[in-house]
């Protein structure tokens, strides 16, 4: 726990002065973060990221992270994201004949969707952003909050199990305790911040946010049970790895934007 609670501050001393400055930190920080998560889930599969579709991939996942301020770059040259994408996804599938099926179609399906389930969180996490830093914040705490919740409330009252099969240690008491947990949080930012948002809608919003959070969550969770993981990484010692921490998140911030909150 000592460790789990010294890397969490130490985290978050760097990563929300980040949030908060925004510009090219920023989109650094998220590219490196964006990166680091594509690794982890490619090492479940067994494919080095130094590999040909190792890089692909990353070279998928870099092209669904250009923000929409930054399109028009690409658009000089004549192309565009989706176009860029295409190519990338070809040249995937070629490699399957090259290599003889060695490199499968399963293996570059499972290439490019890693790239999608990451890279469209991210990209989210940039263009909420620009859209302020209160909408990241608010995204980020209820999505703390629900994991706080959920944990102290699954401990203290948590007897019917929710998804044992994927996720043995949580609980239906605590997926509730992660929703109501969240709704106070959303309250106090409609109370302290400008988001300039109804209340109930924003209950309403938090509510289904919270939800897709832990789903969020579970997906990440059947990954590795999938692949008998039991963390994506070690580089947040305490935590595991950043697929780890970020996991609710990928859901979270694209939808954010899909129920209209910003």
């Known amino acids: 726990m000592k460790q789990r609670i010294i890397t969490a501050v130490v985290a978050a001393a760097a990563f929300l002065p980040i949030v908060l400055y925004g510009g090219w930190p920023f989109l650094i920080m998220t590219y490196l973060m964006a990166t680091v998560a594509l690794q982890e889930a490619l090492k479940m599969k067994k494919t080095a990221i130094a590999s040909l579709p190792g890089m692909l991939s990353v070279a998928l996942l870099w092209v669904l992270l250009v923000p929409e301020r930054m399109t028009v770059a690409i658009e000089h040259?004549?192309?565009?994201?989706?176009?860029?994408?295409?190519?990338?996804?070809?040249?995937?599938?070629?490699?399957?004949?090259?290599?003889?099926?060695?490199?499968?179609?399963?293996?570059?399906?499972?290439?490019?969707?890693?790239?999608?389930?990451?890279?469209?969180?991210?990209?989210?996490?940039l263009e909420t952003r620009e859209a302020g830093a209160v909408f990241v914040f608010f995204a980020l705490f209820i999505t703390w909050a629900t994991d706080s919740g959920a944990y102290f409330v699954g401990r203290a009252y948590g007897k019917r199990k929710l998804w044992p099969e994927?996720?043995?240690?949580?609980?239906?008491?605590?997926?509730?305790?992660?929703?109501?947990?969240?709704?106070?949080?959303?309250?106090?930012?409609?109370?302290t911040t400008d988001m300039q948002t109804v209340l109930p809608l924003l209950l309403i919003a938090t509510a289904v946010l919270s939800i897709f959070g832990q789903l969020g969550d579970l997906v990440e969770s059947a990954l590795k049970r999938h692949y008998h993981v039991k963390d994506s990484g070690t580089i947040l010692p305490g935590h595991g790895g950043v697929l780890d921490r970020v996991d609710s998140w990928l859901f979270v911030f694209p939808l954010l934007h899909v129920l209209q909150v910003i």
């Open 166 to 191: 994927i996720s043995p240690k949580k609980t239906v008491e605590g997926f509730v305790g992660g929703i109501a947990s969240a709704l106070a949080v959303a309250v106090i930012f409609s109370l």
């Open 77 to 125: 040259a004549g192309y565009n994201k989706l176009q860029l994408a295409l190519l990338i996804v070809l040249l995937l599938l070629i490699y399957t004949v090259l290599t003889k099926n060695r490199f499968n179609f399963d293996d570059a399906a499972f290439c490019v969707l890693t790239a999608l389930y990451v890279g469209f969180g991210f990209y989210y996490f």
